[in-house]
């Protein structure tokens, strides 16, 4: 059986004038990218995924009727895994060139421009994204482990991270040895990591509090 191939990176297109999204749709296609173009600001939002699963960015005007670039952008900041932004705009304006870029845009590009420029632009921000959601897999994985964990075990790995030996442990939990030995190889092994070293870096990723001595 012939594995499934991933799907190709999107470039969301945002722009009022539609010779533009013609334009610079043929560029990100002829580049090998999947691309759709919408009309405003509004018909992205209505039309954007709930989450993002696959590598996406956008080009997106600065300038348009309704919601405009800026207001998008900070939109879709406030999700998870935001999608990298490229503003384009054909007006100078300073003042909003600086506010897009301290909102974490990718470039600005003022019209008009290179292809060849957009298509760097392009690659820079779905690497971005490719890396922003691997780090949301990541942790979502890593609470789920940590939600697998009894809440004996989460004591028990509390205190782990401390480099509290197994009679230490005992003490302060009020239990013989040998069940925090059963309890800390139940915790590596859900937590999928075979040192205290690996334990603690997962844990201080997820913000999981180690205990107080």
Do not use: Y
């Not at 690497?127 to 989460?154: D, F, M, N, W, Y």
């Amino acid at each position: 059986m012939v594995a499934p191939q991933p799907l190709a990176p999107t470039v969301f297109i945002v722009d009022d004038d539609p010779s533009v999204c013609r334009c610079l749709g043929r560029v990100a296609r002829q580049a090998g990218f999947a691309e759709t173009s919408f009309a405003s600001a509004e018909e992205f939002l209505a039309a954007r995924p709930a989450a993002w699963e696959q590598p996406a960015c956008l080009v997106l005007d600065l300038q348009m009727p309704g919601i405009g670039g800026l207001e998008l952008q900070r939109e879709l900041a406030a999700g998870p895994a935001p999608c990298p932004v490229i503003f384009i705009s054909g007006n100078g304006d300073i003042p909003a060139t600086v506010q897009a870029m301290k909102q974490g845009a990718v470039t600005f590009l003022p019209k008009p421009f290179e292809h060849e420029d957009l298509l760097k632009a392009i690659r820079e921000a779905l690497e971005k994204h490719r890396g922003q959601l691997a780090a949301v897999s990541e942790s979502r994985v890593l609470r789920e482990q940590i939600e697998s964990l009894t809440e004996r075990e989460r004591e028990v790995m509390a205190w782990v991270i401390t480099g509290a030996l197994n009679k230490q442990i005992a003490g302060e939990l009020g239990v013989v040895e040998q069940t925090v030995k059963v309890h800390r190889s139940r915790v590596m092994e859900k937590m999928h990591v075979v040192s205290v070293a690996q334990l603690v870096r997962l844990c201080v990723a997820a913000g999981f509090e180690a205990a107080v001595k």
